[in-house]
């Protein structure tokens, strides 16, 4: 069965649709467009680029020493040929009757096999390493093959290079220019990319125009399973060949249709119902096929990851603990006895028997859908369903509590709402300080030459000056930075750790200002920022919001807080006059990849430039908490979807209408704001439910028609009413000022950077009339102006902080002339 993952168009109207497979592509060079690891097939003319030297006398191998790297002094050859005399000595005592059979008795072949520096002298310092010189030459001529462990157990100096002049190949030069070519990537990556491919043709035997899909998948999936991929030690989502396999496709070696990336072949796809079901071992074919054609039909109406939870619930943990409690179940009518037997297996977890089960109501409530499912089916179609209608054993009494346990989750996710609401300035204070202390550092440290100290923010530190940072200063343009932290000793990598601190003070600033879901923010692009000029020439920009977990898309109006976000993650995508790259993003609970497009979250981690995934959402935002919880132990932690929660309260707390804050939120059913915003008292969620059913009333019909020329105007020139002398109102839409007009305590007022002039004024004001206060004893007037100046110097603070933000062009698309 082919195992190639489908690809499909990517956009907000089809994302929850299946997607089918494209049409094949003609013309490779290769016979089909392999999608399955395997190694290359031996070719019929092995690459040889000295002739065949798989017999050859030890003499001749030393005799090629001058002809292999021209340009080599006299002293190299020689040494040279003492090598191969120790390793090829060696492995002449060994049985067979080709160097390739001797290396294979050797056991330096094998899996955890020791590198061939073993057979030199201890008291000869330098014997080891010529051992590997001569192993290098003797892989690059290809006398010998080996495996990938055989090829990785010895550590090569520099192997790419020596490999690609002896193979006299121009395909091989070619694509060493084309990774020299990729400025993107850090020097060490493109000898990575180098060295995979040099690795992948040594072990396989093959020239690179025998390289196919399918080979370089299988070096990489080898070098996974050996533990051998770089970097991978604690991290076993790497994979080995990522670069080479990317600059291979942009050469055009690769038959068409192939995936841009290896990650498209690495992971699966979605599975058809067929292998969800059978992830379970059914034993009755019956069962098992009315489970097929009942999902099958459901498949239709909802996304992959539903079906999938779908067919764990009735499949495993409906069904096929039935046949363990009951192998000779046949049919879906259960005896009172097992129906107990397996009420009473669902209340304890699978993997471990001590621990309740939480969600077993919502496999009661799946279940029940199948019998009742079934039962309206065999009306319309009985020769298909009627043969397995039975009563359903789940009783009404079985669900009693249903709603209860429902309101204790709302009840919980309330009170968690309520302990971290106080929390949030925390959290966001320190991501910013984090930011902008880390960014300061790397402005500081840039200019300043290696291993030399200087002084930040009252703080010493100095350059580091190691062999690999003056390696990197000499080949890289813009190489990394690290320092030395002198009261602590620590060394920071400044260029990493500012990274990580922008991305996650972005992460919380985009989160708490949109409400969006950690999916959206994960699927935000370059198309997603657009613009609403109005008739008086005032600009909106907006963010389009493709749907997650339905299919509808939303705009939101962007805040100036969300718009700054927003604004310093396109410039900094855009660094260097650079457009954002266009990649693919995959999509864990559909399995899918995207079409390529120019996504916000995206970053070049290695030889790889990839989507920020909602797991590392997830991990940064904990990071930030433990390390606020270090010096303030009472700070709870925070997840993505808290910034919702808390977005929903802020703006309903605020006097925007439910109804509309669902529409922004993405919410179809207002009772699930409703249960956002349950942190608020009693009366005011009745107060806004008795609004809305007074409005059904009044206009039952009307409530979605067309909006008249008057209303659109009316609402236009409601925001020129929200103009102030000091900037702007941005109270809800048809509300009236709640503050009289005392703009300068309102917390609504957003204050325009160019009024900063007109706000000293009004301090120096309050001063003095603070000062004749105290020498008339005025302490009410006293108290009062206080609290005025808390709220100004907040103000204050608030634009001061806008005025050091530089302007930043988004570059939003502008129709072609």
Not at 23 to 33: G, I, Y
Not at 68 to 87: F, T, V, W
Not at 305 to 314: F, M, Q, S, V
Not at 547 to 552: A, G
Request: glycine share 6%; net charge positive; hydrophobic share 35%.
């Amino acid at each position: 069965m082919d195992s190639r993952p489908t690809f499909g168009t990517y956009t907000a109207r089809n994302r929850r649709q299946t997607f089918r497979e494209e049409p094949r592509l003609p013309s490779t060079p290769f016979t089909r467009a392999a999608l399955k690891a395997a190694p290359a097939p031996r070719p019929e003319t092995p690459p040889a680029p000295f002739g065949d030297l798989s017999k050859a006398e030890v003499a001749d191998l030393c005799g090629l020493t001058r002809d292999i790297l021209p340009g080599q002094s006299g002293s190299s050859a020689e040494q040279r040929r003492a090598d191969i005399r120790i390793l090829f000595g060696h492995l002449a005592t060994l049985p067979g009757t080709t160097w390739q059979e001797r290396w294979e008795a050797s056991g330096f072949n094998d899996v955890n096999a020791a590198s061939v520096s073993v057979l030199g002298r201890p008291e000869v310092r330098y014997h080891s390493s010529c051992l590997t010189s001569a192993l290098k030459m003797a892989f690059s001529l290809r006398i010998i093959q080996p495996s990938v462990p055989g090829f990785r157990a010895n550590t090569f100096t520099d192997y790419a290079e020596p490999f690609r002049i002896m193979q006299k190949d121009p395909r091989l030069d070619e694509f060493f220019e084309t990774v020299d070519a990729q400025s993107h990537l850090h020097p060490g990556h493109r000898r990575r990319a180098k060295f995979d491919l040099t690795c992948a043709l040594t072990t396989q035997g093959i020239a690179l125009e025998h390289l196919t899909p399918s080979a370089l998948l299988h070096y990489s999936m080898e070098n996974k399973r050996l533990g051998l991929t770089h970097g991978a030690t604690n991290n076993t989502t790497r994979f080995a060949a990522l670069g080479a396999w990317e600059v291979l496709h942009r050469m055009g070696h690769f038959p068409p249709g192939t995936a841009a990336t290896l990650r498209m072949f690495i992971y699966n796809g979605q599975s058809t119902v067929e292998e969800l079901v059978d992830r379970y071992g059914i034993r009755n074919a019956g069962v098992r096929q009315l489970l097929i054609d009942y999902l099958v039909r459901r498949r239709a109406e909802t996304d992959y990851i539903t079906i999938e939870a779908l067919t764990r619930n009735l499949a495993s943990l409906f069904w096929a603990t039935i046949e363990r409690i009951n192998p000779s179940q046949q049919d879906l009518a259960l005896s009172s006895g097992v129906y107990d037997q397996w009420r009473a297996e669902l209340q304890y977890q699978q993997r471990d028997r001590t621990k309740l089960r939480k969600g077993a109501a919502s496999i009661l409530l799946a279940v029940r859908g199948l019998y009742v499912d079934l039962h309206s089916w065999s009306i319309t179609e009985p020769e298909r369903w009627a043969q397995w209608v039975a009563p359903c054993p789940i009783m009404p009494r079985d669900l009693k509590g249903f709603g209860k346990r429902s309101r204790e989750i709302h009840r919980r996710m309330a009170d968690r709402t309520r302990v971290r609401q106080p929390l949030l300035p925390v959290l966001v204070q320190h991501v910013e300080a984090r930011y902008e202390h880390l960014t300061s550092l790397l402005e500081a440290a840039t200019p300043v030459p290696l291993g030399e100290p200087f002084v930040h923010q009252g703080r010493s530190y100095s350059r580091t000056d190691s062999r690999d940072d003056r390696r990197r200063a000499a080949t890289v343009s813009d190489p990394s930075v690290r320092v030395i932290d002198h009261r602590t000793g620590e060394t920071i990598h400044v260029t990493m750790a500012e990274d990580a601190a922008f991305w996650g003070w972005a992460v919380v600033e985009v989160l708490r200002h949109s409400g969006i879901r950690v999916e959206e923010l994960c699927e935000l692009s370059h198309l997603s920022i657009r613009q609403y000029q109005r008739p008086k020439g005032e600009v909106i920009a907006l963010l389009v919001i493709a749907p997650s977990k339905s299919d509808r898309e939303r705009v939101i109006p962007m805040s100036a807080e969300l718009f700054h976000a927003v604004a310093q993650i396109v410039r900094r995508q855009t660094r260097n006059k650079r457009t954002i790259p266009l990649i693919s993003r995959y999509d864990p609970h559909e399995k899918t990849w995207s079409e390529p497009m120019p996504f916000l979250l995206q970053r070049q981690l290695g030889v790889v430039r990839s989507v920020m995934a909602t797991g590392t959402v997830l991990h940064m935002l904990t990071r930030t908490c433990v390390e606020i919880g270090k010096t303030n132990p009472a700070f709870a932690k925070f997840t993505p979807h808290d910034f919702r929660r808390l977005f929903a309260t802020d703006i309903v707390n605020g006097g925007l209408p439910i109804h509309i804050g669902a529409a922004l939120l993405g919410h179809l059913n207002l009772q699930t704001t409703q249960g956002y915003v349950a942190v608020f008292a009693e009366d005011i969620v009745k107060h806004y439910q008795e609004f809305l059913n007074h409005r059904r009333l009044l206009r039952p019909e009307g409530e979605y028609v067309d909006v008249t020329p008057d209303e659109w105007a009316e609402f236009e020139d409601r925001f020129d009413k929200r103009k102030v002398e000091l900037g702007n109102c941005a109270r809800p839409y048809g509300s009236p000022c709640q503050h009289e007009h005392a703009c300068i305590r309102c917390p609504m007022l957003q204050v325009n950077p160019k009024m900063l002039p007109r706000l000293a004024e009004i301090e120096k004001d309050l001063l003095l009339r603070r000062k004749r206060a105290e020498e008339e004893h005025w302490l009410g007037e006293m108290e009062g102006i206080e609290l005025t100046l808390t709220f100004l110097r907040a103000k204050q603070a608030d634009a001061a902080r806008l005025t050091r933000r530089a302007p930043v062009d988004l570059g939003i698309p502008q129709p072609r002339r």
